[in-house]
């Protein structure tokens, strides 16, 4: 199993920018495909990135695509979301999350995730 910490949430301005991290302890994080999701207020939770064990592939969200950019440091164990270009609607609960059948293959869907952090919340005001 994998135990997973969000952190660098918080407030931004609109326009501003956020760097997300999340620190994997447990089982090897390479072994994992890794996954951004976010939940804004009254909403279902969405499917923001994910990248694969080594960084070979990336997936985003058509209206992220641009301003957040995905990584991962597997000799920190940690993922990383750097927001730039924030906007009110990007406020929200951010999980990261980990996949065992998404090591390789990019995984969009929350059901394909095994294991989930606490979440880390951002706010963006206008």
């Known amino acids: 199993q994998v135990q997973l910490v969000e952190s660098g949430g918080g407030l931004a301005q609109a326009g501003g920018s956020l760097r997300l991290s999340c620190t994997a302890s447990?089982?090897?994080?390479?072994?994992?495909?890794m996954g951004w999701f976010r939940q804004a207020p009254g909403k279902e939770r969405e499917f923001v990135a994910c990248i694969t064990w080594g960084g070979g592939r990336i997936y985003y969200t058509d209206t992220m695509e641009g301003r957040f950019t995905i990584s991962r440091d597997n000799t920190k164990n940690t993922l990383y979301l750097q927001m730039n270009d924030l906007k009110p609607e990007d406020t929200g609960v951010y999980y990261c999350a980990a996949s065992v059948t998404g090591r390789t293959t990019v995984k969009r869907s929350a059901k394909d995730y095994g294991y989930w952090g606490q979440g880390t919340e951002v706010t963006v005001s206008s």
């Open positions: 447990g089982r090897t994080f390479s072994t994992y495909g």
